[in-house]
C-alpha cells in the first residue's frame, strides 16, 4: 500500500505482506519492500556500525496500470504588467491550470507539480476533487490572481517557486508518484505569450502525453490575459 513494512523501532508493520512470489498488481500501486533477516547480526571489528538491524535498505517503486487522467491545459508564465497603481509584481499574476480529462472524478490529493514550480494537492486545498472535465488552477499568488480574475473560484492554491519567463521545465506525478506529464515550455514558441498579456494553451487536450513538449501541441490563448 506505499508505506514501509519496517515499523519505527524496527517492528514489522501489520499491513506488511511476506513475499511469497510473482504479485499481481490490477491498479496502480507504490510498493516498499524490505529483507527482513531476524537472525542477521553485525560484523565485529573496527568501522562496523554499533547498532545491529534485522532490515535491509528499502526499495520503493511505482506500478501504473492507468496513468492518471489529469493534464496541464494552459500556463500564464510571463504575465502582463498590472495596471498602474497596483504595486504587484507582474510574476504574482502566474498560473497553472490543470484539467480531468477522464470519464470519472478524479481525487487530486497527493497529485504534485514540479520543475520550476512545486505545489502538492492536499485534502486542505481549496480544491481536492474533479469531475469529468473540470478544471482546477494553481496560482502564484492568490490575491493578486483574484484581483485580476475575480470571478475564478477553482483556486487549489498557491505553488512555490516562479515559471521562468525564458521558458522552464514542468512535470506533473499522480498521488502514487505515478508519472503523467514531463516537458519543458520555451518562450519562442510564441513571442505574444511572453509578457503581451496571452497564455499558453493546449489545442488536444487529450493528445499523447509526450507531445507536450511540442510547439505545436500550443496556441496562445484567444482572449487578453489567458483564457
Known amino acids: 500500500d506505499g508505506s514501509d513494512p519496517r515499523l519505527p523501532k524496527g517492528g514489522v508493520s501489520p499491513t506488511a505482506l511476506t513475499y ?10 507504490r510498493v516498499v519492500a524490505r529483507a527482513n533477516n531476524p537472525a542477521h547480526k553485525n560484523l565485529t571489528g573496527s568501522g562496523n556500525p554499533p547498532i545491529s538491524s534485522t532490515w ?10 492507468e496513468t492518471p487522467p489529469l493534464v496541464i491545459t494552459e500556463i500564464m508564465y510571463h504575465p502582463p504588467q498590472p495596471p498602474t497603481g497596483n504595486t504587484n509584481d507582474a510574476d504574482n499574476f502566474e498560473y497553472l491550470e490543470l484539467k480531468n480529462v477522464g470519464t470519472q472524478s478524479f481525487s487530486l490529493v497527493g497529485v504534485r507539480l514540479s520543475g520550476g514550480v512545486d505545489y502538492t494537492f492536499t485534502a486542505s486545498s481549496g480544491v481536492t476533487s474533479l469531475a469529468s472535465g473540470e478544471t482546477v488552477l494553481v496560482v502564484k499568488n492568490r490575491a493578486a490572481f483574484s484581483s485580476r ?17 525564458g521558458g522552464d521545465h514542468l512535470a506533473l506525478e499522480g498521488p502514487l508518484k505515478e508519472p503523467v506529464l514531463d516537458f519543458r515550455y520555451e518562450n519562442q514558441w510564441y513571442p505574444i505569450t511572453d509578457g503581451h498579456g496571452y497564455s499558453l494553451v493546449i489545442v488536444d487536450d487529450h493528445a499523447p502525453l509526450s507531445s507536450w513538449s511540442n510547439a505545436a501541441s500550443w496556441r496562445p490563448s484567444a482572449e487578453l490575459n489567458g483564457s
Open 20 to 29: 511469497p512470489g510473482p504479485l499481481t498488481l490490477n491498479a496502480n500501486a
Open 56 to 65: 535491509s535498505g528499502s526499495a520503493a517503486a511505482t506500478y501504473v496500470v
Open 149 to 165: 480574475y475575480p470571478a475564478a473560484s477553482n483556486i487549489a492554491g498557491e505553488y512555490l517557486g516562479n515559471l521562468d519567463n
